[in-house]
């Protein structure tokens, strides 16, 4: 989460339209047919952001055409392709609107369902979630997984959602600018964007089967959100304070390891029981050193979390608004 820098910056346009986009020459024409369709109902001006994510084929010709002719169209180009959340993270810093809208590029997501979106951000909540209550892809390889992720994913963060993968997102202008993205995490924008205090709502989308192009992933993904969660779990309870987190563990460790070695010291030096051919001292011994390494670390992670924070300007708090009268 970052609250300093680019936070603050007065939105100048209604609505920003993010997507990122990796090989999908067959889809974008078509897509911005139906997104500027819809953005024409929409009142306010707006602007559809194309961040072209190293695209090997003839999807960035086609981007530079749709900026030339339609003035609303940004494309932002990367040098190489660096992945949908960095894409989405650039997306993002670029974004003028009061709202921005992300959706994918291969017409799964459907543009029709923006203004719903809008109706939401405009009951007062700042982040709204697709849910793709019928979603069309293979069952094997992304809708089980896909299940599954969704159970663990809202088991280990406060944020209950339906559907955490898919893509159609609206947000306030200052959650945007709030949230640091890393890795690939843009699954888990609401969780850490509930940590900062925002307030989100769920609202049933339509999902379409791909037509043309291909997923970029396949079933290696659930594993690396897997890890993607436990890096989420530890930020959103224990970064800024991570000697609680690895101290407990060392503190039980260590306390029984304590308990073991005393124990084979009183027998030795009181009945004479001698310690050297025990398994027991192992296990004493191993179990102290592990709390006393602990310990170490979270002391060590303690000092890091200070470098991040200070090195950085970054504050422990966020703030959803200022009021002074000056
Ligand atoms: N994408 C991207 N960079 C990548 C992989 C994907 O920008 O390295 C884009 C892709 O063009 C699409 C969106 O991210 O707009 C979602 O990708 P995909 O449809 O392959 O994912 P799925 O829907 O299968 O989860
Ligand atoms: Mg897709």
Same mark, same amino acid.
């Not at 194309?50 to 999807?59: A, E, I, N, P, Q």
């Given at each position: 989460?970052?609250?300093?820098?680019?936070?603050?910056?007065?939105? #100048?346009?209604?609505?920003?339209?993010?997507?990122?986009?990796?090989?999908?020459?067959?889809?974008? #024409?078509?897509?911005?047919?139906?997104?500027?369709?819809?953005?024409?109902?929409?009142?306010?001006?707006?602007?559809?952001?194309?961040?072209?994510?190293?695209?090997?084929?003839?999807?960035?010709?086609?981007?530079?055409?749709?900026?030339?002719?339609?003035?609303?169209?940004?494309?932002?180009?990367?040098?190489?392709?660096?992945?949908?959340?960095?894409?989405?993270?650039?997306?993002?810093?670029?974004?003028?609107?009061?709202?921005?809208?992300?959706?994918?590029?291969?017409?799964?997501?459907?543009?029709?369902?923006?203004?719903? @979106?809008?109706?939401?951000?405009?009951?007062?909540?700042?982040?709204?979630?697709? &849910?793709?209550?019928?979603?069309?892809?293979?069952?094997?390889?992304?809708?089980?997984?896909?299940?599954?992720?969704?159970?663990?994913?809202? &088991?280990?963060?406060?944020?209950?959602?339906?559907?955490?993968?898919?893509?159609?997102?609206?947000?306030?202008?200052? *959650?945007?600018?709030?949230?640091?993205?890393?890795?690939?995490?843009?699954?888990?924008?609401?969780?850490?964007?509930?940590?900062?205090?925002?307030?989100?709502?769920?609202?049933? *989308?339509?999902?379409?089967?791909?037509?043309?192009?291909?997923?970029?992933?396949?079933?290696?993904?659930?594993?690396?959100?897997?890890?993607?969660?436990?890096? *989420?779990?530890?930020?959103?309870?224990?970064?800024?304070?991570?000697?609680?987190?690895?101290?407990?563990?060392?503190?039980?460790?260590?306390?029984?390891?304590?308990?073991?070695?005393?124990?084979?010291?009183?027998?030795?030096?009181?009945?004479?029981?001698?310690?050297?051919?025990?398994? @027991?001292?192992?296990?004493?011994?191993?179990?102290?050193?592990?709390?006393?390494?602990?310990?170490?670390?979270?002391?060590?992670?303690?000092?890091?979390?200070?470098?991040?924070?200070?090195?950085?300007?970054?504050?422990?708090?966020?703030?959803?608004?200022?009021?002074?009268?000056?």
């Amino acid at each position: 989460m970052n609250n300093s820098r680019k936070g603050y910056d007065k939105p #100048t346009l209604k609505l920003s339209v993010v997507l990122p986009v990796f090989n999908e020459e067959d889809n974008i #024409t078509e897509l911005h047919n139906e997104i500027a369709a819809v953005l024409d109902t929409i009142e306010g001006q707006s602007e559809v952001i194309y961040v072209d994510d190293g695209s090997s084929d003839s999807t960035l010709e086609k981007l530079r055409d749709l900026h030339r002719i339609y003035t609303r169209v940004v494309v932002v180009e990367f040098r190489r392709n660096f992945g949908q959340t960095a894409a989405m993270a650039a997306g993002f810093e670029f974004a003028r609107g009061q709202v921005v809208v992300a959706m994918d590029a291969d017409r799964q997501n459907d543009p029709a369902d923006i203004p719903k @979106l809008l109706d939401k951000i405009e009951e007062g909540y700042d982040l709204v979630s697709g &849910w793709r209550h019928d979603r069309k892809d293979g069952y094997l390889l992304r809708l089980l997984p896909s299940r599954i992720a969704n159970k663990l994913i809202s &088991w280990a963060t406060d944020v209950k959602l339906h559907d955490y993968g898919c893509s159609l997102k609206a947000f306030r202008h200052d *959650v945007v600018k709030q949230i640091s993205l890393y890795g690939e995490m843009h699954r888990f924008i609401p969780a850490l964007a509930s940590a900062v205090g925002v307030s989100i709502a769920e609202v049933k *989308v339509n999902h379409r089967p791909r037509v043309a192009g291909e997923s970029k992933y396949g079933i290696s993904r659930t594993f690396r959100v897997v890890l993607d969660l436990i890096t *989420v779990k530890f930020l959103l309870r224990y970064s800024s304070k991570p000697l609680q987190f690895f101290g407990s563990f060392g503190l039980i460790s260590g306390f029984i390891g304590f308990l073991i070695c005393l124990y084979l010291t009183i027998e030795k030096l009181f009945y004479q029981v001698p310690m050297s051919d025990r398994p @027991l001292l192992l296990l004493g011994i191993l179990l102290l050193f592990i709390g006393l390494q602990f310990i170490t670390v979270g002391l060590l992670a303690e000092l890091m979390t200070r470098t991040y924070h200070e090195a950085q300007d970054k504050p422990i708090y966020t703030i959803r608004k200022l009021l002074r009268k000056d």
